[in-house]
């Protein structure tokens, strides 16, 4: 999953940042409200979190325009103020929840679990492909009864494809959503975790789910190759 953090205050981009990336999330962060809209228009984001202090613009009026430019992604605003007209106010400009600094990371990351797996955005708790199962909470793997140990990344990458399983997902896809701004397209980083998967997944000479689409990209199936 990616994120953009849109947070003035270093230290606690940094601390959000740091996070979000040791579980596995690819993390775009910016100080202002002009990078946060720029940002938001020009990459494909599965969750922003947005301050309400921005220089420049503020996160209401980010997230204004973020929802009337048709933008659906789920948004959580952050504000170290707690009156009641603020919390109004961001859900009224389009915010999807809102956290009070300071806070837990713990409750961050829950709150992001929650929107992510929101009915409305199609992201269940729990995926299956075939004899696969994915907990979206846990992130945990298990393939017929049997746990798969993964890296926080290839975690990530397991689940992007079970949540687009039966997509034929191209390499620049895979890396929008797995790895943040500082991929590199010329890098063969995506094809040696999608081989990391494979051993992973056949360990018990299971048949191989990840299929490879030349010129194309991969997919996660259970059909018949």
């Excluded at 599965?46 to 209401?60: E, H, K, Q, T, Y």
């Excluded at 009337?68 to 603020?86: F, H, N, Q, W, Y």
């Excluded at 397209?185 to 000479?205: F, H, T």
């Amino acid at each position: 999953m990616r994120v953009l953090i849109a947070e003035d205050d270093p230290g606690v981009q940094r601390f959000v940042a740091k996070g979000l990336k040791e579980q596995a999330y690819a993390v775009d962060a910016v100080a202002t409200g002009p990078e946060a809209l720029e940002q938001a228009e020009i990459n494909s984001y599965d969750l922003i979190i947005l301050d309400v202090m921005l220089p420049g613009l503020s996160g209401f009026e980010v997230c204004r325009r973020l929802r009337e430019s048709g933008l659906k992604i789920p948004v959580l605003m952050l504000t170290a103020r707690d009156a009641v007209e603020d919390r109004i106010a961001g859900l009224d400009h389009g915010a999807d929840d809102y956290l009070t600094k300071p806070f837990e990371f713990r409750e961050l990351l829950a709150r992001l679990r929650a929107l992510l797996r929101r009915p409305s955005e199609l992201k269940p708790a729990q995926l299956s492909v075939a004899n696969l199962t994915l907990d979206t909470a846990a992130q945990v793997a298990t393939r017929a009864g049997r746990h798969i140990s993964l890296t926080h990344k290839e975690y990530a990458l397991l689940e992007y494809l079970a949540r687009r399983a039966g997509d034929v997902v191209s390499r620049g896809d895979i890396a929008e959503h797995v790895w943040d701004e500082h991929y590199d397209p010329l890098s063969n980083v995506v094809d040696v975790y999608i081989q990391r998967l494979r051993r992973k997944l056949e360990a018990a000479g299971q048949e191989s789910l990840i299929r490879t689409r030349r010129g194309e990209g991969y997919q996660l199936t259970g059909d018949p190759a």
